[in-house]
């Protein structure tokens, strides 16, 4: 008999990013609310039917999201911002978008990485107050669809009590056992309602369990998992971790729930290590995570099915369920839809769909026939012969670089001379609006519609524009606009040898927001310069300093599909050593300030604390690479966005970067209290605009962050920026809120010159 299959979660957007325009259409009013909630239904059900016609034996119920699965537990459970009208009871479409994207009247609610993913989450507001309360029955209203659509063999998910509290923020969450306990009997309730629909199994996720968890937290969970489970009588838990190892496997495993789902690819050797120390429980179910369900390279199949077999010292066949290592959400639909990719290259991917297929011929582990004993040989051939065919280098003598030699502040007097910036100077990360004209032109240059020559005028025309704006706003510091860029780790990926390119590859990062993450196959190699000719134009326009803009190391390695087979140390140290060249392009062509971009910076973090010396080290030394080759008067800015840094500021001084720019609009100015006992020794500017919303934020609101920042942080080395690119927005909310931002120097210039 073959192993029982599931999988804990799928991609949302579909095949040709039907879900994105879906809800890019309601937000623009070009479709009404039937018309979206009819294409999001059509998309729910396309994509269970496939894992369906798969054949797993558990098919996941209630991972399709209309946004985001946080933000739609927050919306279950009543646990929503007061400031934007919310009393209880059923929460509202509308309601729930302005949650995520913000209204003219109220900020939206942060927005962080998942984990350490480039997915983002809307972050639970829980007020001092709000008593939690179900106020719909999303999770069994799911199960009933899927029926009615011939899908019986459903696994209802539901993000788990403890992560729940653990990602949230606000009074409500500062008692961890209070809050947890409150939202038990919710849970409860909706366990016992899945169970009178006659459900088997429902897939409970706790990631955060594969964090550091506090050995106090532990009674609280299992007093929690005792409640949930104590009054079930044939519905089954399966407690689902990812990511990583579990955290205090011993009393983790032991929890009173029926099955438990490790992770076997990123957490394989914590978690091997204490199953062999502490074995697995007679009376659970092990959820086996074999199939890497963060990247898209196949999986060494003959490899895993031995690894499998002694499984089995632990756990017999009949307890064991194979599945991904995560959800599906991060890696894109099928290789199928991939025309140009290279034969060679085609033979060694799998995506989420031939990931579905891999599970199916692992399920035969045990017993495998002729047929499935050749598919498991030819994978792993097949990666063995490319690994071969694209060798990494040893690592290179210079490999270990330290920071600039001049200290920061001699630096600064000498740029400060060469730029003559006034107090609180202005400037943006580097993106401006992609207009439908910009994304036009983009395409009919791909399709061979417009020539090189009337490709690159347009672009040229956009940018010249742009900088008549900028200076006609009275901003300090220019930016080029990117409107070349379709991607800011594609684009640099796309000009460097050791890269591949996807054409529908695209991957949800947040709401209808899609990336296509490139492949990374072998040694990054610099073939040409990438953006100095733009940013030499754009400067020979003005005056003023115009910067260049690149994206870091630790992002493009991040937000990419790296090979699996080689660290990330290596990876990323080849990236370093190939961008490395265009900084000093950039500044042998005059350009002054080098941006280096590395928003996946704290995202990349490990999950575990005894993890993040060496991760930070390395990644430290990979900006090292790039910045410490420029002289003094040149200014290096680098910028983070949609991360908690607190927790790091330290690794983040050691940057040594001139100017750090970090978003802190979205996160309503958390950020700022983590420099209250050290300060920060260079310049920094902190976010006053977050950009992910439409809404325009008023002067006061601006002006009133940055002097909450300048308690703590020196005005002389103070810079007014919004929280990131402005690629997605508007022209016109650009404009308006260009002109606060503005403003509001004007009046800190006024209040604080003296």
């Not at 791909?446 to 009337?454: D, L, M, Y």
């Not at 870091?552 to 370093?576: M, N």
Request: proline letters at 6%; glycine letters at 8%.
């Amino acid at each position: 008999m073959p192993l029982s299959t599931a999988n804990l979660g799928y991609p949302r957007l579909g095949h040709r990013r039907e879900l994105k325009r879906a809800l890019e259409g309601y937000w623009e009013g070009k479709i009404d609310r039937k018309a979206l909630l009819s294409e999001l239904e059509a998309l729910e059900r396309a994509h269970l039917s496939l894992q369906r016609d798969k054949g797993l034996t558990y098919v996941p119920v209630g991972d399709f999201s209309a946004y985001d699965h946080v933000l739609d537990h927050a919306a279950l459970f009543g646990i929503l911002p007061r400031r934007f009208g919310y009393r209880g009871g059923p929460v509202d479409l509308d309601l729930y978008f302005a949650v995520a994207r913000g209204t003219k009247e109220a900020p939206a609610s942060a927005m962080v990485k998942w984990f350490n993913t480039n997915y983002h989450y809307i972050v639970p507001e829980w007020e001092e107050g709000v008593t939690p309360e179900l106020t719909g029955e999303g999770p069994i209203e799911r199960v009933r669809r899927a029926r009615a659509w011939g899908i019986e063999n459903v696994r209802p998910v539901l993000l788990g009590p403890y992560t729940f509290v653990r990602l949230a923020k606000g009074p409500g969450v500062e008692d961890v056992r209070r809050a947890v306990l409150a939202l038990v009997p919710l849970y409860g309730e909706i366990l016992r309602r899945l169970e009178a629909e006659g459900v088997s199994w429902v897939q409970i996720d706790e990631p955060a369990l594969v964090q550091d968890v506090p050995k106090e937290h532990l009674p609280i969970l299992e007093e929690a998992y005792a409640a949930l489970v104590g009054g079930l009588s044939s519905l089954r838990v399966l407690l689902q971790t990812y990511f990583e190892a579990v955290d205090h496997y011993e009393r983790i495993v032991r929890l009173p729930v029926h099955g438990i789902g490790l992770d076997f690819v990123h957490g394989k050797a914590r978690n091997e290590a204490a199953l062999a120390a502490h074995g697995f429980p007679e009376d659970k179910v092990l959820g086996v995570g074999l199939v890497n369900g963060r990247n898209v390279w196949r999986t060494p199949l003959g490899e895993r099915a031995e690894w499998l077999k002694g499984l089995t010292r632990y756990v017999s066949f009949e307890r064991m369920i194979l599945q991904p290592s995560t959800s599906l959400l991060f890696v894109p639909h099928t290789v199928k839809l991939e025309k140009k990719l290279s034969s060679e290259l085609l033979q060694v991917l799998a995506f989420a769909e031939e990931k579905l297929d891999e599970l199916a011929l692992l399920a035969h582990a045990l017993d495998p026939s002729p047929e499935i004993r050749e598919a498991y040989r030819e994978a792993d051939e097949a990666l063995r012969r490319f690994a071969a065919a694209h060798p990494f280098p040893a690592a290179r003598s210079e490999e270990h670089v330290g920071p600039r030699k001049t200290p920061f502040p001699e630096r600064w007097r000498l740029q400060q001379e060469r730029f003559r910036l006034p107090i609180f100077p202005t400037t943006m990360i580097g993106s401006l609006p992609q207009t439908e004209d910009v994304r036009a032109a983009r395409a009919r240059w791909k399709r061979g519609e417009w020539s090189t020559e009337t490709y690159e005028t347009f672009i040229r025309e956009e940018i010249a524009r742009w900088i008549r704006i900028q200076e006609d706003l009275g901003i300090d510091v220019l930016v080029h606009g990117e409107f070349e860029r379709s991607d800011m780790v594609e684009f640099f990926a796309e000009k460097m040898g050791g890269f591949a390119f996807l054409e529908r590859g695209w991957v949800q990062s947040y709401g209808s927001r899609a990336v296509r993450p490139p492949i990374i196959y072998g040694p990054a190699a610099y073939l040409e310069p990438i953006t100095v000719s733009w940013t030499v134009y754009a400067q020979s326009l003005t005056d003023r300093p115009v910067k260049g803009i690149l994206t870091g190391p630790v992002t493009i390695l991040q937000w990419s599909y790296a090979r699996e087979d080689v660290s990330r140390e290596t990876v990323a140290r080849s990236i370093a050593w190939a961008m490395r060249e265009e900084v000093l392009a950039l500044e042998r062509a005059g350009i002054g300030i080098i941006q280096i971009d590395e928003p996946a910076f704290r995202e990349a973090l490990p999950l575990k604390h005894a993890d993040w010396e060496d991760y930070l080290r390395w990644a430290v030394e990979t900006f090292h690479i790039l910045s410490n080759g420029v002289q003094d008067r040149t200014q290096i800015q680098s910028h983070m966005c949609y991360s908690k840094f607190d927790d790091i500021l330290d690794a983040i001084v050691a940057l040594d970067a001139d100017v750090i720019l970090i978003e802190t609009a979205r996160s309503h100015g958390e950020l700022i209290s983590a420099f209250e006992e050290g300060g920060y020794p260079n310049a920094i500017g902190l976010g006053v605009w977050d950009i992910h919303s439409p809404r325009i934020p008023p002067v006061e609101e601006m002006v009133a962050l940055v002097e909450r920042a300048l308690r703590v942080l020196p005005k002389e080395l103070f810079w007014i920026n919004p929280d990131c690119g402005l690629k997605t927005r508007k022209e016109e909310e650009v404009l308006a809120s260009l002109k606060n931002m503005l403003e509001t120097a004007r009046i800190l210039r006024q209040r604080y010159s003296g």
